[in-house]
């Protein structure tokens, strides 16, 4: 199956040349969504909680756009301009999952486009 682009229109529009999600074997990879309200686009407060927040629903917005679920999440990337703030975003990430979370990667960036303070990309499958 030849890569596609899905439609997101409620997601929050990119701020770079990239796509918000691309599809292709039945994966579906989503740029990593940062703490920008799609509603108004303003960004989350700089607080790693209230971002990582936003940025959980941003995915779920993502993913209910494109006909999914947290639950279809198979894999993970997180990233962080500080790794002290892993146990806040650990928690708060962690109640978006089931008894089956998605296999997962966690890193501190040396710094996040824009200032943000968390970063998370997903790949789902259909």
Known sequence: MPKSIPSTPSAPKPIAPYSVAAEANGLVFISGQVAIDPATGERAPDD???????????IGTVLGDLGLGY??????????????SFPTVNEIYGSYFSDEPPARSTIQAGALPGGFLVEIEVVAAR
Do not use: C
């Open 48 to 58: 790693v909680e209230a971002q990582t927040r936003q940025v959980m629903a941003n």
């Open 71 to 84: 639950d279809d999440i198979v894999k993970t990337t997180i990233f962080l301009a500080d790794i002290g």
